[in-house]
């Protein structure tokens, strides 16, 4: 007997049928394949001109920037890290922690400056404890001079070294500098015309050493660097011996650092 007995007979049936068609619905989605989704969407959007040039400005952009980091912004750590490509195409800006001897320094690389962050920016400051600057700097040798050689592995000092290495520290250490590379030399240093701002000028280093008569020419057979700067080098030594500036002005007899360290080599050979 249909309840309530005033119900339709129909009404019973028909929510059945209802029933069995959503069921049939339900099956029909699910075998929708994969395929048939991606067919189902409209790539003529993504295909549109300004779509495609928005998305090519994009990768562009990107490829820009990982480019300026890696040849512009990239921290170098030391001479080791140096891309071969970099030498004489490239300088790199840092500041001088530790000056080693009249001709050498130690440089923590510091790419962009300030305008990059570094100094002002918490995580990109200069280490100040040794410690810390460990296996972190870059050995620089200034190219195209000689200074006097310091006291090291047992031979003795010549004259003018300590003065020669006292007016290096004092007139870059803790500088900020631009130093030109041109080669990694045997001592794993980067050899490089260096220029430091002293007031409203720019001063190359090695140029100002020879004006002070504190260095001479780098005389070696080979492997020599200077730029395109040799001829204003030479003219610079010629002031100065002119001027008996620095060693120069030596009442005895002087010994260029390249014949000390000649004189010295011979004598360690013929110990042996």
């Known amino acids: 007997m249909r309840w309530p007995p005033w119900s339709s007979s129909n009404s019973s049936e028909d929510e059945s049928i209802h029933a069995t068609e ?4 339900k099956k029909k989605n699910a075998a929708i394949s994969w395929n048939n989704s991606l067919n189902a969407i409209d790539w003529a959007h993504y295909t549109e ?9 994009l990768t562009a952009t990107t490829l820009a920037l990982v480019h300026l980091w890696r040849s512009r912004l990239r921290r170098i750590p030391g001479a080791g890290s140096i891309q071969p490509n ?5 300088s790199l800006f840092g ?3 530790s000056v080693g001897d009249g001709d050498g320094f130690r440089l923590f690389h510091t790419p962009g400056g300030r305008l990059t962050g570094w100094g002002w920016i918490p995580g990109r400051k200069v280490p100040e404890k040794r410690d810390d600057l460990r296996d972190r700097t870059i050995s620089v040798r200034l190219a195209g001079i000689d ?3 310091m006291a090291h592995f047992g031979r003795p000092a010549q004259p003018y070294s300590n003065e020669a290495y006292n007016w290096l520290r004092d007139y870059i250490s803790g500088r900020r500098v631009r130093a030109y590379i041109y080669k990694r030399d045997q001592y794993d240093r980067v ?3 260096v220029y430091v701002r002293r007031g409203l000028l720019r001063r190359d280093v090695g140029l100002q050493m020879l004006k002070h008569g504190l260095a001479t020419v780098y005389e070696a057979k080979s492997g ?3 730029g395109v700067l040799e001829n204003k080098y030479r003219s610079a030594e010629w ?5 008996r500036k620095g060693m120069w002005g030596s009442k005895s007899a002087l010994e260029s650092p390249r014949e000390y360290k000649t004189r010295v080599g011979k004598e360690e050979a013929g110990k042996t």
């Open 224 to 226: 020599a660097e200077f």
């Open 239 to 243: 002031w100065a011996k002119k001027r």
């Open 191 to 193: 050899v490089a015309t």
């Open 49 to 57: 001109p300004r779509n495609l040039t928005a998305v090519a400005l």
């Open 22 to 25: 959503k069921k049939k619905e």
């Open 95 to 97: 500041t001088v922690t």
């Open 147 to 149: 200074a006097p050689e």
């Open 86 to 90: 970099f030498f004489r195409k490239r």
